[in-house]
């Protein structure tokens, strides 16, 4: 893969932003994650948001919800594009994986990151 690939956080209201800058913050790396947010629009405004954010390159959809209009519209956007992966349930520890392995395909990317956000699950001993 010639580029990195470009995540993009979909999220309702400003959570995109947030993990954004927390990534930024924690990682040091402020050019591999782009925030999305569905505040305001119908499905025709955020198919126009993710198209600018994805600039046609190779990408992964972080969503937040397992449901809902982010995840819906992002799936529908996604359908049939073999150059993007789609990734519910978004997180912090999967974004921070995210930023340090994109240079494998969306696929292989979207599946790190999420076996990534589901081990920093977990009910800590109190």
Do not use: W
């Amino acid at each position: 893969m010639s580029e990195p690939l470009r995540g993009i956080v979909v999220s309702h209201s400003a959570v995109a932003q947030s993990l954004v800058a927390a990534v930024a913050a924690i990682a040091g790396v402020e050019d591999a994650l782009l925030p999305v947010s569905n505040e305001g629009c119908d499905e025709r405004a955020l198919a126009d948001r993710l198209t600018a954010a994805i600039g046609g390159k190779p990408a992964v959809l972080f969503v937040d919800l397992p449901g809902g209009s982010c995840l819906t519209g992002a799936v529908r956007y996604a359908r049939g594009k073999v150059d993007l992966a789609v990734v519910t349930g978004v997180n912090l520890a999967m974004l921070l994986d995210f930023v340090f392995h994109r240079d494998v395909t969306p696929a292989e990317a979207a599946r790190r990151a999420a076996e990534a956000g589901a081990r920093a699950i977990r009910t800590p001993a109190a």
